[in-house]
């Protein structure tokens, strides 16, 4: 069980640290570059943390908590085709790079999906 909770804690940890980096990114063209690294990361990792939860029960309560969440967060929300086209189109645009880097950081805040990543990290 212990090394169980020490594998959450691990992904949950590396989910805080790329929402760091996306919090404190600017609005340049390279940040878009770094934007989309830090999304795909987080991404990849709410996948893992769904699949695995998915498949077997007597995990951590305080990690199965986070499965529905997390699957409506994979579900609704995908930002690699609006990267994607800003990287081709609109990377000079300071103000579309604000914009999808805050709409990020919104749908990351949505149904307090970070707050409770945090906490269930402490918890662990």
């Known amino acids: 069980m212990r090394e169980t909770n020490e594998y959450f804690k691990g992904i949950l940890n590396q989910i805080l640290d790329s929402y760091a980096i996306i919090e404190n990114l600017g609005d ?3 940040d ?9 990361k ?16 007597g995990f951590p309560q305080e ?3 986070l499965h529905k969440i997390i699957g409506d967060y994979l579900e609704n929300y995908d930002f690699s085709r609006e990267i ?16 999808i ?13 970070i707050e409770k990543i945090y ?4 918890k662990l």
């Not at 800003?86 to 790079?97: A, I």
Request: charged content about 30%; hydrophobic content about 35%.
């Open 119 to 122: 906490s269930t990290s402490k």
């Open 63 to 65: 990690v199965s908590g």
């Open 28 to 30: 340049s063209p390279n």
């Open 42 to 57: 987080i991404m990849g990792l709410f996948k893992i943390i769904f699949r695995k939860l998915s498949k077997t029960d």
């Open 84 to 99: 994607d086209l800003l990287l081709k189109t609109f990377s000079e645009d300071q103000s579309r790079v604000k914009n």
């Open 101 to 113: 880097r805050m709409s990020i950081s919104k749908s990351l805040n949505d149904k307090e999906l």
């Open 32 to 40: 878009l570059y770094v934007l989309q690294i830090e999304i795909s």
